[in-house]
């Protein structure tokens, strides 16, 4: 269980930092 939960976690950081890095190219072409 603690093995899947470093895996989420590890899974929604790198999601955040896409998110991040994405955004305001997105907003740039809005």
């Known amino acids: 269980m ?3 939960h470093k ?3 590890k899974f929604m ?3 955040l930092g896409l998110f ?3 955004t ?3 907003e ?3």
Request: net charge negative.
């Open 2 to 4: 603690l093995f899947l």
């Open 7 to 9: 895996a989420m976690n």
């Open 13 to 15: 950081h790198e999601i």
């Open 20 to 22: 991040i890095i994405f």
């Open 24 to 26: 305001p190219i997105l």
């Open 28 to 30: 740039i072409n809005i």
